[in-house]
């Protein structure tokens, strides 16, 4: 299967994404957390393009798509749905990895459950407690650009990065240095969710997995379990010997979790959880 780099313009700003599968089948929506949709997506889009319309977008500020006019949450959000729109996608399952992606799809499918049927969080999704004071520094343009640059790097170093991935084959040096290459990115995106308080709204109504790998000593499965019972009808689903990035780490069976997980939302249920419901078929 073929998976094409695409470009569009989104409020005047340039943006990158993957693009590859069915256009008029059930849409995929991806978001990286570390790297870029190349590093975290690129091997196993083509086998979820077998079954899917798949888009996985740079966010702005990482990789080829250039930051917002206006680094805020819901200038973000609108940012979605304009890729969605552009693309003819009415609705697209957001699959959301590591603290970044993971807190960014939960917020799309909470606050747009219009364009989102279901919400699958991948070692993230936690909704930061933020102090008071973070937001003062987010909001002072260099002291921001600072710490928050800071924060990125703690991200990035030799120990995360040995924390959060437990297979040793994936800790390649091109995986380090596309994480490292991201920094300016991940600094934009912290300083973003830090900048403005969130949205009430932060919970899913939607059919929602979180997908974990139960290594990972950065997102633990203590988290997973905290996030889930904060999301109504949210199950949880550990990936054994696999750490922050299953779908580098395990990608065979992080497909198969993501595939199980849709094709039984459209099967009858005898017994609905509050806050999941059905997909429509797949057309």
């Known amino acids: 299967m073929t998976v094409q780099d695409k470009t569009t313009t989104i409020g005047g700003a340039h943006a990158h994404y993957l693009q ?52 805020r949450l819901q200038p973000l959000m609108q940012w979605l749905k304009t890729l969605l729109d552009s693309s003819n996608v009415q609705q697209a399952v ?22 989102v049927p279901a919400a699958i969080l991948v070692n993230g999704g936690s909704v930061p407690n933020l102090p008071p004071f973070l937001r003062t520094v987010a909001n002072i343009p260099m002291l921001g650009d600072f710490a928050f640059g800071l924060l990125a790097g703690s991200t990035s170093s030799p120990g995360a990065i040995n924390r ?93 979790q993501v595939q199980q997980f849709l094709e039984n939302l459209t099967r009858p249920r005898k017994t609905e959880s509050r806050g999941a419901g059905m997909l429509g078929q797949k057309k």
């Open 164 to 256: 959060m991935v437990h297979v040793e084959s994936v800790k390649t040096p091109d995986l380090i240095q596309q994480v490292r290459a991201s920094r300016k990115g991940v600094a934009g995106m912290l300083r973003l969710v830090a900048r403005d308080p969130l949205p009430q709204n932060r919970s899913p109504l939607v059919p929602t997995m979180l997908l974990w790998g139960a290594d990972d000593q950065l997102a633990t499965l203590d988290e997973a379990e905290k996030i889930k019972a904060s999301i109504p009808g949210a199950t949880l689903s550990p990936i054994a010997d696999c750490g922050h990035l299953p779908q580098l780490e395990a990608s065979e069976v992080f497909v198969w």
């Open 94 to 115: 957001v699959v959301g990895s590591s603290t970044i992606g993971g807190l960014i799809a939960r917020l799309f499918a909470a606050c747009e459950p219009q364009y």
């Open 20 to 71: 590859a599968g069915e256009e008029h089948g059930r849409a995929l929506l991806l978001l990286h957390g570390l790297g870029t949709s190349h590093m975290n997506w690129q091997g196993v889009i083509p086998l979820l393009a077998e079954n899917y319309h798949v888009l996985a977008p740079d966010l702005p500020g990482y990789g080829g798509s250039a930051a917002l006019p206006d680094m």
